[in-house]
């Protein structure tokens, strides 16, 4: 059996608003991902895909608060270390998150070398600057971009040189985890391309252990990574392998994910585009029973009042629906028609 190199048990965090209000933007989620493989989250905007991501690292810095759950990174349970100290030691190091846009979050005025000898310095303060040259060069290589990039503002550099220099600065310190926070969405599809095939060529060589994929886009994770977990309002509504999860669906969101966007992939090219009618609910005051209620095809009056478990249905499946699955597949066939 593999051993879990990340592992978060019923994690909840929320966001207080100045107004003393409560966000409940994580509830109770659990994700697991085994040393050497990938889990993608999907989910669209505002469902708390980068508060999740945030709160798996022990990120607790206001308005974000850890409110239960345990948080174990390579058999260290880290659930409620002091934000400080999780971010002097654990991250970059362990593990490493690449914000969503954060290239373009690069300080203009710097040269791609300055960023990442900012990186290794932050946990090896005396380490000296031309070890960190050979290092970013050799490692620059290896990932296929030209060591001269070292040498230049991120201004002059393309979107997608850009991005693919912010990951290889992330992983410097080949941390055991990597969460990348929808790193090809903002690219043009080429870009796109080499930005996933370089993450993905981090764990081929070895660079990374694991990866936790965050995207919007369900279908783009197909080629991507192993596994798939799908985030509603805070909760994960579904989880499979990526093959089970793009082409046998069970959760009507889910289902509905995967009808709403056209990806530039192979074989999926053709996907229709609907829109998915309304919007996720307001995480102030979650609707009780099922989230997904009000946008649901088949919702009953039931959804409303009774609360709904992730039911685990066995080879590493689980889905949040009181539909049975069968039930659910014979509506998705009838649809088809
Ligand atoms: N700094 C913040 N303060 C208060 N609420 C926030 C903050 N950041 C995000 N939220 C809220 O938390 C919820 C989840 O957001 P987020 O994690 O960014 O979702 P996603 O990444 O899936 O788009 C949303 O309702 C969002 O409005
Ligand atoms: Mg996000």
């Known amino acids: 059996m593999s051993k879990p190199i ?20 994580v509830d109770h989620v659990s994700v697991k991902v085994d ?18 991501a945030l709160s798996l690292m022990g990120y607790y810095f206001p308005p974000l608060y850890y409110a239960s759950g ?13 934000p400080d ?9 362990e593990i490493s998150y690449i914000p969503q846009a954060a290239m373009n979050a690069l300080n203009p ?18 380490t000296p600057k031309k070890e960190i040259y050979e ?49 090809s969405s903002a690219l043009d599809v080429t870009s796109q391309k080499m930005v996933i095939k370089m993450i993905l060529d981090l764990m081929e060589k070895g660079i990374i252990k694991s990866l936790i994929f965050i995207t919007h886009e369900l279908p783009l994770l197909y080629n991507v990574t192993d596994d798939i977990m799908i985030m509603y309002a805070g909760q994960i509504v579904e989880r499979g392998s990526a093959d089970e999860m793009v082409f046998d669906p069970i959760h009507p969101y889910t289902k509905a994910l995967m009808g709403s ?17 309304g919007t996720p609910p307001n995480l102030k005051n979650p609707p009780s029973g099922c989230r997904f209620a009000d946008r649901c095809k088949f919702v009953m009056p039931e959804c409303r009042v009774r609360s709904v478990e992730l039911r685990d249905i066995g080879g590493g499946r689980s889905y949040r629906c009181i539909i049975p699955e069968e039930d659910l597949r ?6 088809k028609r």
Do not use: W
């Not at 592992?7 to 966001?15: F, I, S």
């Not at 100290?85 to 190091?93: A, Q, Y």
């Not at 710097?110 to 090896?124: G, L, S």
């Open 85 to 93: 100290v999780v971010r002097k030691t654990i991250l970059g190091n």
């Open 109 to 126: 005025t710097q040269k791609v070398i300055h960023f990442i000898e900012d990186v290794i310095q932050a946990h090896y303060p005396h």
């Open 70 to 82: 345990d948080i174990i990174i390579d058999g260290q349970n880290i659930s409620g270390m002091d």
């Open 35 to 52: 040393d050497g493989k990938s889990v993608g989250i999907a989910g669209e905007s505002g469902c708390g895909k980068s508060t999740l």
């Open 135 to 183: 290092l970013a060069r050799e490692r620059f290589e290896l990932l296929g971009l030209p060591a001269e990039v070292l040498q230049k503002y991120s201004v002059e550099l393309s979107g997608g040189m850009k991005q693919r220099t912010v990951i290889a600065t992330s992983v410097i310190l080949s941390p055991k985890v990597l969460i990348a926070d929808e790193p």
């Open 330 to 335: 014979k509506a998705y066939k009838s649809e």
């Open 6 to 25: 990340l592992e978060v048990n019923e994690l909840t965090t929320n966001y207080v608003t100045r107004f003393g209000d409560k966000i409940f933007a």
């Open 261 to 277: 966007i056209i990806v530039p992939e192979e074989g999926l090219r053709d996907v229709k585009l609907t829109a998915i009618p």
